[in-house]
């Protein structure tokens, strides 16, 4: 057993959290845990959520005596955003999840999957309809409006990315945290959570090819690929079916200027505009972390862009029809207040036409 002290950059984005948490994976039989902090530089809502969840995870498995914080007093904005609570840290004033934000940030959310589907239940409706009342509720505090193409976009991709938690990762909480720049026309929304993990859930499925975390999260960002609604499953019906194009829909926004970055295992992954613009990260990270980085300047229609997008999927599905043979769902392919019933039966009549 040894007393283990983890350097923790006073810079905090995406490429340091990719590297603490790989550094804590390797963390065996530590009896305290120090959490040395080098000050408040740059901080980043992605950086804030994997960390704070990987230095709890890493005391969690390593059952240790102490946790403790050094040089961390100075790092208000943290506190205020509900990093050193995330972690079981006692600082600041509120628990993860009952902190309210305001217009332009997100602090530390942490929702509770079994708590969303008992909501429904009680309601009598479906689990979607929950999401999509929490989604439009987290982008009306992030940008401080609840309609236009900011919260169109915010509320539709916060919800296909809370929604893949529920209903694929087997995760029973989901996290986010999010900051929006109005002076940087950019906004970033981090989405984590603590299941399965990409390549477990895309397993499920006969028709892939998935033997390593790379491989899994390419076929994530596919269109109409699924772990659970595959050539020869059971196919759901209605608006919230189970449908493989929530991820796709939502990389392809967040790339129109913007990038999309998802981890899991040992795989990362980021997109962008570019014609090369794929790039893989190493990481350690037991479940699936998202980040959202979107150009408010760029964005335009969002009911346009989605009919792009799902076009571009058809033509997909219709190419590789043995692996994604199946319907995507209308709350997937639009805003959700543009579908009904109705046009579901329309966009499955279309798929069988084609």
């Given at each position: ?74 790092m208000t904005y943290a506190a205020h955003m509900g990093f050193f609570n995330a972690f079981g840290y006692q600082e600041g004033p509120k628990k993860p999840g009952d902190r309210n934000g305001s217009s332009r940030h997100l602090p530390v959310n942490i929702l509770n999957c079994e708590e969303l589907r008992r909501e429904a239940a009680s309601e009598g409706t479906e689990v979607g309809d929950v999401v999509e009342s929490k989604a439009r509720h987290l982008a009306r505090m992030l940008c401080g409006a ?209």
């Amino acid at each position: 057993m040894s007393d283990v002290t983890v350097k923790i950059p006073s810079t905090l984005t995406l490429s340091t959290a990719l590297q603490l948490s790989l550094d804590l994976a390797r963390i065996e039989g530590a009896r305290t845990i120090t959490a040395e902090f080098g000050g408040e530089g740059s901080i980043e809502p992605f950086a804030m959520l994997m960390i704070s969840s990987e230095l709890q995870r890493a005391a969690v498995r390593n059952n240790v005596e102490a946790f403790h914080c050094k040089n961390h007093e100075r790092m208000t904005y943290a506190a205020h955003m509900g990093f050193f609570n995330a972690f079981g840290y006692q600082e600041g004033p509120k628990k993860p999840g009952d902190r309210n934000g305001s217009s332009r940030h997100l602090p530390v959310n942490i929702l509770n999957c079994e708590e969303l589907r008992r909501e429904a239940a009680s309601e009598g409706t479906e689990v979607g309809d929950v999401v999509e009342s929490k989604a439009r509720h987290l982008a009306r505090m992030l940008c401080g409006a609840d309609s236009g193409d900011l919260f169109d976009t915010l509320s539709y991709s916060i919800r296909e990315i809370i929604r893949n938690v529920v209903e694929h990762s087997e995760s029973t909480q989901v996290g986010i945290c999010a900051q929006y720049w109005p002076t940087k026309s950019k906004v970033e929304v981090a989405i984590i959570d603590r299941g399965v993990g990409l390549r477990s859930t895309l397993q499920r499925n006969p028709h892939l090819d998935v033997n390593n975390d790379r491989s899994a999260v390419n076929y994530a960002l596919m269109p109409a690929v699924s772990g659970r609604a595959y050539k020869g499953s059971r196919q759901q019906r209605g608006p919230w079916a189970n449908s493989g194009f929530g991820l796709y829909m939502t990389s392809r926004i967040c790339r129109n200027g913007g990038n999309f970055f998802i981890a899991s295992g040992g795989a990362g992954m980021m997109l962008t505009k570019a014609k090369d613009g794929k790039s893989y990260f190493p990481c350690s990270y037991e479940g699936t972390a998202v980040r959202l980085v979107i150009k408010t300047d760029q964005i335009g229609s969002l009911s346009e862009s989605l009919k792009r997008y799902r076009e571009d999927g058809f033509e997909f599905q219709k190419k590789y029809r043995e692996i994604v043979n199946i319907n995507p769902s209308a709350a997937s392919l639009m805003l959700s207040q543009d579908f009904d019933i109705s046009l579901w039966d329309k966009f499955v009549a279309n798929l069988k036409r084609n």
